[in-house]
């Protein structure tokens, strides 16, 4: 996301530069930076003394690329940024429950829904700007039919952290609809997208619970595939226990796809609280099980399509890209010229 909000205010006639202080870089993402767009790793190891990095970014800062506005993703930048740099030094709060005593080192914060907004300010008296975050909207296939034949398709596309991102709820509440709820005649499948910690723990549980035939570990996939193949999916179900946004649920919206999700932070505001999408009590798999059976028979009845359109257009209309990417310019120098830099 940070690639495409570069690429879009770039668009928008500003000159940009991202830096990468420490060494965790994906290559797949460097790739995708437009040549136009300068870029440094600084290739610092986490929790390191050395200052190098940091005599790298003050070169930066001061002779390559002369920013007029820095714009951090890691709250713990504002104190070493402040004193380095005496222009404008602005903050994205990715989540609820953040370190807000660092956030006073900056002279902006932007909060990506209104419940990290009201989780900062109710906690430091810190006012926050609200920005969605955003998607490229028009490059996602979206679906158009919904009927199912042979087998009804779930998904789910995140990092597998079952503790935060709920997939062993997932499991647990197809395992209630297959084996307690007989709702194996619609042939659920489920299929989840994406590597991480929780593998092992996610294939044993698989296992135990006799779905090896039912639900799928897809495995890591990029954003082109998940951009081309989301729209062949019946059913995008999000059961994170904790979520300041859910990009994921955007793009399952824009995608055509009908959601359940867990009715927490942001996901529930993405969907206005159930108006887009059908929502689950938090860590409960017999509710979730429930909304799954309720979006099947909602298939069946014929009435899922227009949830689904309602959702595409809210997305279109509030999560697009280009509107993320004009609303942070408009807040970072407002009393100055708009042809201005950036990191």
Excluded at 33 to 40: A, H, K, L, M, V
Excluded at 202 to 219: A, H, P, R, W
Excluded at 295 to 307: F, H, N, P, R, S
């Amino acid at each position: 996301m940070l690639v495409d909000i570069a690429e879009e205010q770039q668009k928008l006639g500003h000159k940009l530069a991202i830096v990468v202080v420490n060494d965790l870089v994906e290559e797949n993402l460097v790739q995708r930076i437009p040549q136009s767009i300068r870029f440094w790793c600084l290739n610092r190891k986490p929790g390191s003394k050395n200052p190098i990095p940091f005599l790298k970014l003050f070169d930066i800062l001061h002779r390559c690329f002369k920013p007029d506005v820095v714009h951090a993703h890691d709250v713990y930048l504002g104190k070493p940024l402040k004193k380095m740099f005496a222009k404008a030094v602005v903050l994205t709060i990715h989540g609820p429950g953040m370190d807000i005593g660092p956030m006073k080192y900056f002279d902006n914060l932007f909060a990506i829904s209104n419940s990290v907004k009201f989780d900062v300010e109710s906690r430091g008296f810190l006012p926050c700007n609200m920005i969605y975050n955003g998607i490229r909207t028009s490059e996602i296939f979206r679906r158009t039919s919904y009927k199912f034949d042979s087998e009804l398709k779930i998904v789910f596309v995140k990092r597998l952290n079952h503790q935060r991102k709920g997939q062993d709820l997932l499991i647990r509440a197809i395992k209630m609809l297959v084996k307690e709820k007989n709702c194996n005649p619609y042939n659920l499948k489920v299929y989840l997208v994406g590597d991480g910690e929780s593998y092992g723990y996610l294939q044993k549980m698989i296992f135990k619970s006799n779905l090896s035939e039912t639900v799928i570990l897809l495995g890591n996939k990029n954003r082109d595939w998940i951009y081309a193949n989301l729209c062949d999916y019946h059913l995008f179900v999000h059961p994170s226990r904790y979520e300041g946004f859910g990009l994921v649920v955007a793009e399952a919206m824009a995608a055509g796809i009908p959601i359940v999700s867990s009715a927490i932070e942001g996901p529930a505001e993405i969907l206005a609280n159930g108006k887009y999408g059908l929502l689950f009590e938090n860590n409960d798999a017999k509710d979730l099980a429930d909304k799954i059976e309720q979006a099947v028979k909602m298939y069946t009845e014929g009435t899922i399509k227009q949830l689904a359109d309602h959702a595409y257009k809210h997305c279109v209309d509030n999560f697009d890209i280009s509107i993320t990417a004009a609303n942070y310019c408009k807040y970072y120098l407002p009393d100055k010229n708009i042809n201005q830099k950036k990191i």
